[in-house]
């Protein structure tokens, strides 16, 4: 297929490029660059700019037909989605509605959209199926929420049909090690606590130790990146033949804590995760861990890397083919 992935140059969007052109597959990348690194890209054709220029859109539809798009462009910091929901709202909602309506001029009706746990807020389910009750808290929870909400609107009137792929905690690099996660802040706990025990940043913030969990620290759901592009392959697939839209966790359906995390580290690396604690951060649930039989059973999925050692292991693989680690603090020897 012909394909257009909108953020293509972060994360997530990077790896699904390579992904995709690994499954040959014509691919050609939309980033602005606002927070998505070229230097990650693999060497596919890519175009600088917004998917809020809609004349840009335009030029690039009226090129030649694409299949499908793979829509990630997107703000995603919790934090700054708090301090500035205009920014959020203006990029992830009336960005995507731009994007949208130039789909629609030039009859492209597939899309698969990069959606969020977030779109649950703390909804209390345990695992979290997709029919929990959706509360985001923050507004970058909101406008995820709002674009799938648009996209099921699209589809009952224009037949723009969408898989909406609502990931849990995206971890882990390739396999060869080519895209590090490096995000600009960093705000991922893997990351954020191997650049701790590396000596890249100062000691890891410990978000609060008195949650009703195993050992007092929140419990999320870790599902590796490659695992995340199988899942998209798999969603235009299901586009591709006819079927209609739908949403689907992505997750392990194994939950690991903060401190279960830092262990990993840890044995991964073998260099200690200074940490400095303090008290909880308003609206962090307690435990995330998402029910995942849908996309198992309706999309055939099956994560390959569910042991969180080896999506540590990745990252850190990729890590250090990046920095050269100058922690001091090595564990001793058991």
């Given at each position: 297929?012909?394909?257009?992935v909108t953020g293509g140059a972060?994360y997530v969007g ?10 040959g597959?014509?691919?050609l990348t939309?980033?602005?660059f606002?927070t998505g690194r070229?230097p990650e ?14 004349p840009l859109?335009d030029?690039i539809?009226g ?7 793979l829509h ?6 919790v934090?700054?989605s708090t301090?500035d929901p ?28 990069s959606?969020?746990?977030a ?11 997709e029919?929990?009750l959706r509360?985001?808290?923050?507004a970058y929870?909101?406008?995820?929420l ?12 224009y037949?723009?049909?969408s ?9 882990g ?5 080519e895209l ?5 802040p960093?705000?991922?706990l ?13 000691p890891l913030?410990?978000?609060g ?9 929140c419990v999320?759901?870790?599902?590796h ?7 998209h392959?798999?969603?235009l697939a ?7 839209g ?8 194994r ?6 995390v830092?262990h ?8 200690r995760v ?5 008290g909880?951060?308003p609206?962090?649930p ?6 995942s ?6 999309l ?6 569910e042991?969180l050692?080896?999506m540590?292991?990745s990252a850190w693989r990729?890590?250090?083919g990046?920095?050269?680690?100058r922690a001091?603090a090595?564990?001793?020897p058991h």
């Open positions: 297929m012909r394909l257009l972060g990077s790896h699904m490029v390579k992904a995709l052109l690994r499954a597959h014509s691919v939309l980033d602005d606002s070229r890209l693999p060497g596919e054709i890519l175009v600088r700019g917004s998917i809020a220029d809609a859109l030029a539809f090129e030649a037909p694409f299949d499908a798009v990630f462009a997107a703000r995603s910091i934090s700054e301090r205009a920014a959020y709202w203006a990029s992830n909602v009336g960005g995507t509605l731009v994007l949208l309506e130039a789909m629609r001029r030039r009859g492209v009706l597939r899309l698969v959209f959606s969020s746990a779109v649950y807020g703390d909804c209390g389910a345990r695992p979290i199926p029919d929990a509360r985001p808290v923050n929870g909101k406008t995820k709002a674009v799938e909400h648009a996209l099921e609107d699209w589809e009952t009137a037949g723009v049909r898989v909406r792929l609502r990931y849990f905690n995206a971890a690099a390739d396999e060869e090690g590090c996660e490096r995000h600009q960093e705000t991922h893997i990351p954020l606590a191997l650049q701790a025990a590396a000596g890249e940043r100062g913030p410990l978000y130790e008195d949650y009703p969990t195993q050992d007092g620290t999320r759901d870790y599902v990146v490659s695992d995340l592009c199988d899942a392959l798999l969603a299901r586009l591709q033949s006819g079927q209609s739908a949403a689907y966790n992505l997750g392990n359906s939950g690991y804590s903060v401190r279960e830092l990993g580290v840890e044995s991964v690396t073998g260099m200074p940490v400095r604690k303090g909880r951060r609206g962090d307690a435990v995330l861990v998402a029910d039989a849908r996309a198992r059973r309706q055939g999925w099956r994560p390959r890397h042991a050692g080896a540590i292991e990729a890590m250090a990046h920095v050269t680690p001091s090595v564990l001793s």
